[in-house]
């Protein structure tokens, strides 16, 4: 077994790079595990459980490169690799002699070019620092970065919305998706522009209202991300808020959604009473018991335009009823299709804690999952390891999944999953997936459902209709 351990200096590289730089070395051949990271605390935990020991003094400025390979060839080539992808990420602006050097922060990068919104993907605990440069240079700001805690997040949009002249808004942090003006920033589809302006407290649940308009010939102005906390009790809806005022005042936008992880109850009726003196018409589509799930969302917004809604896709799959006496699995990437699947089923199956009741519903992108490896959007490995472990389980009556499909997202997502599909239904499971994701999009929506539905899986455009299908095949198995 060859190994090697690198800490590069001056290599900052954001988290979606790195991740997808792991999942790229990982899968050469010879290589047993590859780690590419910024050395934080938590990335150095995990070079330690994989074998390496790593030097006491490292900065979280620092990238960290582990990778274990059966022969110093194979090694070799893993290390080429990651130089490969750093190196087509850091190579500095080309510019004539005598011109200007390349912006080195945010606020001469705003002064340099016509800017409207910065992105932020650096670690959390600097991001908060980056985002006040951002705002003082009046750019609306978008903060990929995770792992920034609650109080600074109300303290960036408190500052933001005390700059209110400038109408800078807050995106995040932990904003994964938005679309401005036409340009998808983080994982995103391809939508056709139009006349809805959406402000999204959920990554997933905008990219499945987009998608759902999009089916329906519907486009979209701009999508805000506001971050999942938004809505919670302890921001108090402050960047969704802003966000329905720039929307309002946008000329391109004609009718305006709200989409949303479960909010806290005030904070919904705030967000109500100020929607309804914003002048422009604005449906809500905050999940949660009574409240209509996106799909129902997506089909009011459609009728409100007068336009003619298109029923979702879906595929019958090979098997037709769940394991006898099984119970759900859901293993999902996207947290807010995975809440939409649980307020769903927790009606449907007439109980508050599916757990107790044997059924699990996993959402695989929280950060607890994805801590020192790729988003499951990026490597499905994570998710085939578990399908594969539930299909040994007996007591695993019905397999549900999502599969979103956008910029940022692996290429070749159903291929991933098929042999696991093929796997369950050759022992009487069926396998149900809710596929996000538009035509336009850069891994063939047609083509990915084709994939599916031929290893045997039931494919449908609507998560709900995916999870109210789950159950019926669940009950008609003898599960609860």
Request: charge should be negative.
């Amino acid at each position: 077994m060859s190994r090697s351990l690198q800490v590069r200096k001056g290599a900052y590289v954001d988290s979606v790079t790195l991740m997808q730089a792991s999942r790229s070395v990982a899968a050469l051949p010879g290589v047993h595990s590859a780690l590419v990271a910024m050395a934080t605390e938590l990335n150095l935990d995990l070079a330690t459980t994989m074998g390496f020991t790593p030097p006491a003094q490292v900065s979280p400025n620092e990238m960290l490169v582990a990778v274990a390979a059966e022969s110093e060839e194979a090694l070799t080539s893993a290390l080429a690799e990651v130089d490969r992808v750093v190196a087509a990420v850091t190579a500095p602006a080309v510019s004539e002699f005598g011109g200007a050097p390349a912006p080195l922060t945010i606020r001469s990068a705003a002064r340099s070019a016509d800017a409207q919104v910065a992105l932020i993907s650096t670690p959390g605990r600097y991001a908060v620092a980056d985002a006040v440069d951002a705002i003082d240079a009046g750019l609306h700001t978008m903060i990929f970065s995770d792992n920034v805690s609650l109080e600074h997040e109300v303290a960036l949009k408190r500052y933001a919305a005390s700059r209110d002249a400038d109408g800078v808004i807050v995106m995040g942090p932990d904003c994964g998706t938005a679309v401005i003006g036409g340009v998808g920033l983080g994982f995103a589809n391809v939508v056709r522009p139009g006349p809805v302006g959406i402000v999204a407290a959920s990554g997933t649940g905008a990219q499945h209202l987009m998608t759902l308009l999009d089916g329906s010939g519907v486009g979209v102005s701009h999508c805000v991300g506001v971050g999942g906390r938004d809505l919670s009790e302890q921001v108090g809806a402050l960047s969704t808020v802003a966000a329905l005022d720039l929307l309002a005042a946008d000329e391109a936008t004609e009718l305006v959604v709200v989409v949303s992880k479960p909010p806290a109850p005030g904070v919904a009726q705030r967000v109500q009473d100020h929607a309804d003196r914003l002048g422009k018409p604005v449906v809500l589509g905050l999940l949660g018991e009574g409240r209509p799930d996106i799909t129902e969302t997506a089909h009011q917004v459609v009728t409100a335009l007068g336009l003619q809604w298109q029923p979702p896709e879906r595929r019958q799959g090979a098997v037709a009823e769940g394991r006898p006496g099984g119970r759900l699995r859901g293993l999902f990437a996207g947290g807010t299709l995975r809440d939409e699947a649980m307020i769903l089923a927790k009606h449907r199956l007439g109980t508050d804690d599916l757990g107790a009741a044997g059924h699990l519903l996993l959402d695989f992108g929280d950060d607890e999952l994805t801590q020192g490896r790729p988003h499951p959007m990026i490597d499905g490995s994570i998710r085939v390891d578990a399908m594969l472990a539930e299909i040994k389980d007996e007591r695993c009556g019905v397999l549900l999944l999502d599969l979103v499909l956008g910029h940022g997202a692996t290429l070749e997502p159903a291929a991933e999953l098929s042999d696991a599909v093929r796997a369950a239904t050759t022992v009487g499971v069926p396998v149900l997936v809710s596929l996000v994701g538009t035509r336009d999009d850069p891994q063939d929506r047609g083509r990915q459902a084709e994939v599916l539905h031929q290893a045997g899986a039931w494919v449908f455009g609507s998560n709900a209709q995916a999870t109210r299908t789950a159950l019926d095949l669940l009950v008609a198995g003898g599960g609860p």
